[in-house]
C-alpha cells in the first residue's frame, strides 16, 4: 500500500497501526508527543471519498462529537487536514469490544446486561440534548472497555448523526435517492423510507430497542438476511414487521435457546420466565411501529429500565392490583415474609390466652380511637353540608365559599379533642381556599393547621411538613417571598430526612422553592431545583403524567423569565402535548398549557397566535373559575399586552384594568404581579400620549419591583427601560438619564 494511504504520519501524529475502516474513512492508533503523550485514535477520510455528500457527513461527525462531554461517548480531542486536504479528527481511543459481543464473552446475565445498558441510554440522552440523532446504533457502534475492572460502555460513530437544533457543518447532509442511512437491521421505520426528513429522537429509541432484544435473546427480532434485505426493507417501511415479543423469539429457537440461556447464566425455561411480562413490554414499546407510541426519551427507557432493576411498575404494561401487589411482595421479600410469620405466630400464640388478651384489647382501644375519630369527621360532614338545605337554607342560594367559610368556623370549636384530624381538616379546607385564589384565608388556616399540629406532634413529623408546604406556597402566592422560603426550607428538610431525597412529597417541596426562587429572579438557585425535580418526576410518574407537564411548565416559565425562548419552548411544548393528550377539554392545567403557549408566541412576535392561544386559555378559565381568581387576571393582562404591542389602544386599556381590579382586590398592594399590570397599562397610556396618566403607574411598579426582585432582574430592567423612554418622549432627557443611572 502506498504511503498516502497509510502514511507515517498525519499533522504531529505518528501512525502506529490500523484499528478499522468504514465506508469512508480509515481509524489510526496514533501517538502524540506534544503537548500531552497520549495514545489515539485518528479517523481520515479515504482516498477518493472526497466527494460533497462524504465531506459532508465526516464533518457531521467530527462536529457531533465535539458539541459532546459525557463519559459513554467517545471524546473528540482536536481536528484538521491533511497536507492533500483529507479531514481527519482525533478521539479517545476506545480497546473494546462491540456491546453484545462483550456480554457474551463474559456470559453477564440479564440483569448485569440491563446495567450495562441504562448508561447507554443516559449517553444517547445527551446526545440528544446537545441536538444530536446518532441514527445508526448498533452493537458495533456501542464498545465496551473495562476501567479499574468496571465495564464502561463507549458510543462510538457519528458519521450519520443528524443535527436537531444546531447546525453540525456549512455543507448539507442529504439523504441520496433510495438509499437509506443506517444499519437495516437496526434502522426505525421512518428511517427506512429513504427521503429521511421526517427523522428525530425517536429514530434512536428503536435502535435501542432492538440492541435491547439482541442483549436479551441473542437474536435480532428479525434478520433482514433471513427475509431478504429488499423485503424486509418494503415490511419495515409498511410497518408490517411485526416482530414477536423477546420470550416469544428464545421460544422460537428450538435447541439453541439453550446456548442463548447458557451465556446469561441460567437454563431456557428460567429465562423465558425472565423475559416474559416486563421486559417484553418495556421491548416492544421501544420498538413500536409507530413512533408517537415509542418512549418519548432515551431517559425514560433508561428509567423503566431501572425500575424493572428494582422491581417496581413498569409503565410500558397495563397494571393490575395482583400485578403492582406482586411487585410489592419482591421488593419487600423480607418484610413480606417476615409479615407470613407473624401471622404464623398469632396462631399458635393463640392458645398463650393472657398475651392474647392483652393484645386484643390494645387492638380494641386503638379501633376504638379511630371509629371515635371517623364517628366525629362524619357528623363534621354532615353539619357541614345541612347549610345547603332548603329548611336550614330557608330559600337562599348556598354557594360552595359560603359551605367553605362555615367549616373553617366549625373546625376552630369542634374536634379539639381530636387535634391530628382538626389540623388535617383545616390544611384541607386551606389548600382548597388557596386554589381558588383566596389567599389570605388559605394562609390563616395553614397557621393555625401548623400550630395545632406541632403541638400534637413531633416537630419532624410528615403532617407538620404538609401544613409548613401548604403555608410556604400560599406565602408565594401572596408575594411574600422570605417567608415562603423559611416555610418551604424547613418542610424540604423535615421530608427529606423521613423519605430521602427522591420522593414525590419531597420532590412536591422542592418544586414549590423552585417556583419561589424563580419568582423572585433567583435563576442560579432555582434551575438546579427545578431540573432535579423534572428528572424525579418523570422516573416515578413516567412521559404522560399530568403533574410532570406542570413541572415541565414552569421549567419552560423559568427559562422564558431568563429570555432564553429557545430553551424554554421545548418544555413548554411538552407540557401542552401531555396535557392535550391525557386531560379533559375544560380542565384548568389545559388552560394553563394554552396559556403558557401564548406567552412563548407573544416572546416569538406571533400575536395572532398568542392571541388565539390566550383565547383558549380564557375560554376554559371562565368555565372553571371565579371571575375574581387569579388566573382571569393573569389571562386578561396577557390579553392586553397582545393588543397594547399590536397598537389596540382602547382593547388593551380596558384589558388591563380589568385584570389591576381583580389583582389589587385580593394580593397585597406589592404584590410583583400588581407591578405586571401597573407597567403593562403605563405602557399603553404613554404610547397614547397620556403621559400624566403614566407616570405615577410606572412609579409604583418600579418600586414594587425593587422591593422584591433582585436588582438585575429582567423586569427591574423593563420598567427603567419603559419609564426613561417615557420621559424622553415628554422632553426630560436629564431625569431619562438619572433615572437610568439609578437617581430617579
Known amino acids: 500500500m502506498s504511503a498516502e494511504e497509510h502514511p507515517e504520519r498525519i499533522g504531529p501524529f505518528r501512525i502506529l497501526q490500523v484499528l478499522g475502516e468504514g465506508g469512508m474513512g480509515i481509524v489510526y492508533e496514533a501517538e502524540q508527543t506534544q503537548p500531552v503523550r497520549r495514545r489515539v485514535a485518528l479517523k481520515v477520510m479515504k482516498l477518493g471519498m472526497d466527494t460533497k455528500e462524504v465531506v459532508a457527513r465526516f464533518e457531521a461527525e467530527r462536529q457531533a462529537l465535539a458539541v459532546m462531554e459525557h463519559a459513554n461517548i467517545a471524546k473528540v480531542f482536536e481536528a484538521g487536514v491533511t497536507q492533500r486536504g483529507r479531514p481527519y479528527f482525533v478521539m479517545e481511543t476506545v480497546r473494546g469490544v462491540p456491546l453484545t459481543e462483550y456480554c457474551d464473552n463474559r456470559k453477564l446475565s440479564t440483569r448485569e446486561r440491563l446495567e450495562l445498558f441504562v448508561p447507554v441510554c443516559q449517553a444517547v440522552q445527551h446526545a440528544h440534548q446537545k441536538g444530536v440523532i446518532h ?76 440492541m435491547l432484544y439482541e442483549l436479551l435473546v441473542g437474536h435480532l427480532p428479525i434478520d433482514p438476511k433471513e427475509i431478504g434485505l429488499q423485503a424486509f426493507i418494503a415490511r419495515l417501511v409498511l410497518r408490517e414487521t411485526n416482530p414477536p415479543t423477546p420470550s416469544a423469539r428464545l421460544l422460537s429457537l428450538g435447541q439453541t435457546q439453550g446456548t442463548v440461556a447458557a451465556t446469561r447464566q441460567t437454563d431456557a425455561a428460567a429465562l423465558r420466565r425472565e423475559l416474559r411480562g416486563d421486559l417484553d413490554w418495556i421491548v416492544m414499546k421501544a420498538m413500536e411501529q409507530d413512533r408517537a407510541r415509542r418512549y418519548e426519551t432515551a431517559n425514560a427507557l433508561a428509567f423503566e429500565l431501572r425500575r424493572f432493576l428494582r422491581d417496581e411498575p413498569v409503565l410500558a404494561r397495563p397494571p393490575s392490583p395482583a400485578y403492582r401487589f406482586g411487585k410489592f411482595v419482591r421488593r419487600h421479600r423480607t418484610g413480606v415474609a417476615a409479615s407470613g410469620l407473624a401471622v404464623l405466630a398469632l396462631l399458635v400464640g393463640a392458645v398463650l390466652a393472657t398475651a392474647g388478651m392483652v393484645r386484643a384489647t390494645r387492638a380494641e382501644r386503638a379501633t376504638a380511637r379511630e371509629a371515635e375519630a371517623a364517628r366525629q369527621v362524619s357528623d363534621f360532614l354532615v353539619g357541614l353540608f345541612e347549610v ?190 401531555i396535557r392535550e393528550r391525557v386531560l379533559g377539554p375544560d380542565d384548568p392545567d389545559l388552560a394553563d398549557g394554552y396559556n403558557n403557549l401564548g406567552v412563548l408566541y407573544w416572546t416569538l412576535g406571533r400575536y395572532d397566535e398568542a392571541e388565539e392561544s390566550y383565547g383558549r386559555a380564557r375560554d376554559i378559565w371562565s368555565r372553571a373559575l371565579a371571575p375574581d381568581h387569579p388566573y382571569m387576571a393573569a389571562i386578561q393582562n396577557n390579553l392586553a399586552e397582545t393588543h397594547w404591542v399590536q397598537g389596540e389602544y382602547a382593547e388593551a386599556e380596558s384589558l388591563f384594568l380589568q385584570a389591576l381590579a381583580i389583582k389589587e382586590a385580593i394580593l397585597e398592594p406589592d404584590h410583583p404581579s400588581i407591578a405586571v399590570s401597573l407597567n403593562g397599562l403605563a405602557n399603553v397610556y404613554r404610547d397614547m400620549g397620556r403621559h400624566a396618566a403614566a407616570e405615577p403607574l410606572y412609579r409604583r411598579a418600579l418600586r414594587i419591583r425593587q422591593g422584591v426582585l433582585q436588582a438585575d432582574d429582567p423586569a427591574v430592567a423593563e420598567t427603567l427601560a419603559d419609564y426613561a423612554r417615557m420621559l424622553r418622549e415628554a422632553g426630560r432627557e436629564e431625569e431619562a438619564e438619572a433615572l437610568e443611572r439609578g437617581r430617579g
Open 135 to 210: 441514527r445508526d446504533l448498533k452493537p458495533s457502534n456501542v464498545l465496551v472497555t473495562e476501567q479499574e475492572g468496571t465495564p464502561v460502555p463507549k458510543i462510538i460513530d457519528f458519521g450519520i448523526a443528524k443535527a436537531t437544533g444546531q447546525r453540525l457543518t456549512e455543507k448539507t447532509v442529504v439523504t441520496v435517492h433510495g438509499q437509506a442511512m443506517g444499519t437495516p437491521a437496526y434502522m426505525s421505520p421512518e428511517q427506512a423510507e429513504m427521503s429521511g426528513l421526517d427523522v428525530d429522537t425517536r429514530t434512536d429509541i428503536y435502535s435501542l430497542g432492538v
Open 388 to 577: 345547603s338545605d332548603p329548611g336550614q337554607a330557608r330559600g337562599n342560594t348556598i354557594t360552595a365559599r359560603e359551605i367553605l367559610d362555615r367549616g373553617a368556623e366549625r373546625i376552630s370549636t369542634e374536634l379539639t379533642d381530636q387535634p391530628r384530624v382538626q389540623g388535617r381538616l383545616m390544611a384541607t379546607i386551606g389548600q382548597v381556599y388557596r386554589a381558588l385564589g383566596l389567599y389570605d384565608a388559605a394562609g390563616e388556616l395553614a397557621d393555625r393547621s401548623l400550630v395545632i399540629r406541632e403541638e400534637a406532634l413531633s416537630p419532624e413529623h410528615e403532617d407538620v411538613a404538609a401544613s409548613l408546604d401548604l403555608l410556604g406556597s400560599v406565602y408565594r402566592f401572596q408575594g411574600q417571598y422570605d417567608e415562603a422560603e423559611a416555610a418551604l426550607q424547613r418542610a424540604l428538610a423535615i421530608r427529606e430526612t423521613l423519605y430521602g431525597p427522591d420522593d414525590l412529597r419531597v420532590v412536591s417541596t422542592l418544586e414549590g422553592l423552585a417556583n419561589t426562587y424563580t419568582e423572585q429572579g433567583k435563576y442560579d438557585e432555582a434551575e438546579p431545583l427545578m431540573l432535579r425535580v423534572v428528572a424525579i418526576r418523570e422516573e416515578a410518574m413516567g412521559p404522560d403524567d399530568p403533574v410532570l407537564a406542570r413541572t415541565l411548565s414552569n421549567t419552560g416559565a423559568l427559562y422564558w423569565r431568563q429570555g432564553d425562548v429557545e430553551e424554554a419552548e421545548p418544555y413548554l411544548r411538552r407540557a401542552l402535548a
